[in-house]
């Protein structure tokens, strides 16, 4: 039985994966203008964000598609985990680079060009990550989990924040 149009949607998530592209690109944005300080706090928002986010997919949605969705061409549970893998490796050697430039103190610009040069490859996985679960891993969450078992999961990973939705 589909789901009322009006009810919360894990396709709702789609709005944290773009603040934290943003967040990326403030720093990057930092790192052009050569404000190092900047750019690494902007950084740490962004791994701290994005740490969170992984964190409850791997917790709370990942299990329960691996579970309850059948195989997905191009989306599956072990897909989904190795990304977020990756994903967490690209942006600690993100940070990293920037700490060590930070203790330098100053950046040239071909370091500039260098660092988000290097940072490229965070924002395609991230890009091409947001793009499978809007096509696949949401849209087939909220087919799987409905009712007040979708509203009790998207309360618990900070979707929902009333009780009433």
């Given at each position: 039985?589909?789901?009322?149009?009006?009810?919360?949607?894990?396709?709702?998530?789609?709005?944290?994966?773009?603040?934290?592209?943003?967040?990326?690109?403030?720093?990057?944005?930092?790192v052009?203008?050569?404000?190092?300080?900047?750019?690494?706090?902007?950084?740490?928002?962004?791994?701290?964000?994005?740490?969170?986010?992984?964190?409850?997919?791997?917790?709370?949605?990942?299990?329960?598609?691996?579970?309850?969705?059948?195989?997905?061409?191009?989306?599956?549970?072990?897909?989904l985990?190795?990304?977020?893998?990756?994903?967490?490796?690209?942006?600690?050697?993100?940070?990293?680079?920037?700490?060590?430039?930070?203790?330098?103190?100053?950046?040239?610009?071909?370091?500039?060009?260098?660092?988000?040069?290097?940072e490229?490859?965070?924002?395609?996985?991230?890009?091409?990550?947001?793009e499978?679960?809007?096509?696949?891993?949401?849209p087939?969450?909220?087919?799987?989990?409905?009712?007040?078992?979708?509203?009790?999961?998207?309360?618990?990973?900070?979707?929902?924040?009333?009780?009433?939705?």
């Open positions: 039985m589909p789901e009322n149009t009006s009810s919360p949607s894990f396709a709702d998530l789609a709005f944290v994966h773009e603040g934290l592209m943003e967040l990326l690109l403030a720093h990057q944005e930092c052009a203008l050569g404000e190092l300080n900047e750019a690494r706090s902007k950084l740490e928002a962004f791994i701290v964000s994005l740490k969170d986010h992984i964190s409850k997919e791997d917790t709370h949605l990942i299990p329960i598609f691996s579970q309850r969705v059948e195989e997905q061409v191009g989306c599956t549970a072990e897909l985990l190795a990304e977020h893998r990756k994903l967490e490796r690209l942006m600690e050697k993100a940070l990293a680079r920037i700490v060590a430039l930070e203790k330098v103190g100053s950046i040239s610009g071909r370091e500039r060009v260098a660092v988000i040069e290097e490229h490859m965070l924002k395609e996985v991230l890009k091409h990550h947001d499978r679960e809007r096509a696949a891993f949401f087939n969450l909220d087919r799987v989990i409905q009712g007040e078992e979708r509203k009790e999961i998207l309360r618990d990973i900070g979707l929902l924040h009333n009780a009433t939705n």
